[in-house]
């Protein structure tokens, strides 16, 4: 799982997410155990466009409650605001 969600997280079909969820994926896909692997892949493969996921992960839209109350997004969403803010 950990392999195809690696995949995933690099070839998003847009730079943005390609950057954002690639470089979360390689510091944190080995970390986390299979529950939050299964709400990671829910997130990134989930039915939300992804033009919408980088906007909720760089605030320009707020998320909605089902994606901003999932672990996995509130991981990640720490990840980017980390990165942005050096």
């Not at 390689?26 to 989930?46: F, V």
Request: hydrophobic letters at 35%; charged letters at 30%; aromatic letters at 10%.
């Amino acid at each position: 799982m950990r392999a195809r969600l690696l995949y995933q997280s690099k070839k998003r079909g847009i730079l943005e997410n390609d950057i954002l969820l690639g470089d979360f994926a390689d510091a944190n896909l080995n970390k986390m155990d299979k529950g939050l692997l299964q709400k990671y892949d829910a997130l990134i493969n989930g039915s939300h466009m992804e033009w919408d996921l980088y906007y909720f992960l760089s605030g320009k839209k707020p998320a909605p409650t089902d994606v901003s109350e999932c672990p996995a997004f509130q991981k990640l969403k720490e990840f980017v605001d980390s990165k942005r803010n050096g």
